[in-house]
C-alpha cells in the first residue's frame, strides 16, 4: 500500500506539542521578556501635493566643490610626507583678502604661522594636529586638517586627498567648533547653540560619484545625550485642508477635527537620533564601515 500523508489530526497535535515546549522555555531564566509597549508607528503626511516641486536651489553652497593646491607636492603619493603648515600658508596665500592687512578677518592666524616652523613657539601656531585616514576608500590615508581662524573664536576645518599625484581639497568648513570626529568614512563636526543644552552636528561623507565630501546630515541635537520620551499621538488622522464654513453649517461643523483643527493639522516629523543614527562615532556613518571608532581634533 503506498504510504499516506498524515492527518490534519496528528499535525495538530504535534503542533500543540512544540508550542507547549515553546512556552515552558521561554518561562526558564534567560528566556524571552516582553519590552514594553511600542510606540505607534506614524507615517509621514505630504503637505500641499499641488505646490510645484524645486528644480534647482535657492542657494549655491559649493556642496560639492573640490580644490587642487598646486603650491604643494606629495612625494610618493604619501600626504604624510606633507608639510600641514604648508599647505595653510598656501591657502593664506590664495586668500589675501582674509590673512592679510590690519582689516582681514583672519590676520592674526597668518601673524603666527612663523611659529610652526622650527625654532618656533609651538603654542601659538595656530595648524593643529595632523590627523591621517582612509576617508576615501582608495586604501590610502587622507589628511584631516584644522587651524585656528585668528583673533576670533573659528576653527577651519579641511580634508585632502591624493589624485593623479595632485594635493586635492575635498572638504572645507568653518565654524566654532565644540569637536570633530572621524567616524568610517565620515567627518563629523560639532559647534554649540544659541539654544541651552542642544548643539549643530554635521556630517560630511566621501561621495564617489562627485568625488569630494557631501554633507549628509545637518541636525540639532540634546548636548547631554538625552532624548525625549516618545508622545502617544493625539490623532492618527492625516492631515485635511481646512474648508471654509458653508452658511447651512452650523459651529460643531468647523470644529470637528477631520476638517482641519489644530489637532488634525498637527504634523508628527522624524528625525534621526545620535544613537540610531549613522553618525553615531562609535557605530560608523551611513554606508560605512559600522565599527569605525572616532578620534577628536582639539
Not at 580644490?67 to 603648515?85: Q, T
Not at 600658508?89 to 604661522?113: C, F, L, V
Amino acid at each position: 500500500m503506498p504510504p499516506r500523508r498524515p492527518s490534519r489530526a496528528v499535525l495538530a497535535l504535534g503542533a500543540v506539542t512544540l508550542l507547549a515546549a515553546a512556552t515552558a522555555a521561554c518561562g526558564d531564566a534567560g528566556g524571552l521578556r516582553g519590552a514594553g509597549a511600542t510606540p505607534t508607528a506614524i507615517s509621514p503626511a505630504r503637505l500641499w501635493p499641488d505646490l510645484p516641486p524645486a528644480s534647482s536651489p535657492a542657494f549655491d553652497f559649493d556642496e560639492a566643490e573640490t580644490d587642487v593646491v598646486k603650491g604643494v607636492a606629495v612625494p610618493g603619493d604619501d600626504l604624510r610626507r606633507v608639510d600641514p603648515a604648508a599647505i595653510v600658508r598656501e591657502e593664506i596665500a590664495g586668500n589675501p583678502g582674509d590673512y592679510e592687512g590690519g582689516k582681514a578677518p583672519y590676520r592674526e592666524t597668518a601673524a603666527r604661522m612663523g611659529d610652526c616652523g622650527t625654532g618656533g613657539d609651538r603654542a601659538r601656531c595656530p595648524v593643529l594636529k595632523p590627523y591621517y585616514r582612509d576617508l576615501t576608500g582608495d586604501g590610502r590615508d587622507d589628511l584631516t586638517l584644522g587651524f585656528r581662524l585668528l583673533p576670533g573664536t573659528l576653527t577651519a576645518v579641511r580634508v585632502y586627498t591624493v589624485d593623479k599625484h595632485r594635493l586635492v581639497q575635498v572638504m572645507h568648513y568653518e565654524d566654532a567648533v565644540s569637536a570633530v570626529e572621524l567616524a568610517g568614512r565620515s567627518v563629523i563636526v560639532r559647534s554649540p547653540s544659541d539654544i541651552a543644552g542642544y548643539e549643530y552636528r554635521l556630517q560630511w561623507t566621501w561621495d564617489e560619484e562627485q568625488k569630494a565630501m557631501l554633507l549628509t546630515h545637518d541636525e540639532m541635537l540634546r548636548s547631554d545625550g538625552r532624548r525625549h520620551p516618545p508622545h502617544a499621538p493625539r490623532s492618527t488622522r492625516s492631515p485635511q485642508p481646512s474648508r471654509s464654513p458653508s452658511p447651512d453649517s452650523s459651529e460643531t461643523d468647523s470644529a470637528d477635527p477631520s476638517t482641519g483643527s489644530d489637532e488634525s493639522d498637527s504634523v508628527a516629523s522624524s528625525t534621526d537620533s545620535s544613537e540610531t543614527d549613522s553618525a553615531d562615532p562609535s557605530t560608523g556613518s551611513a554606508g560605512t564601515d559600522s565599527a569605525a571608532s572616532s578620534a577628536a581634533l582639539r
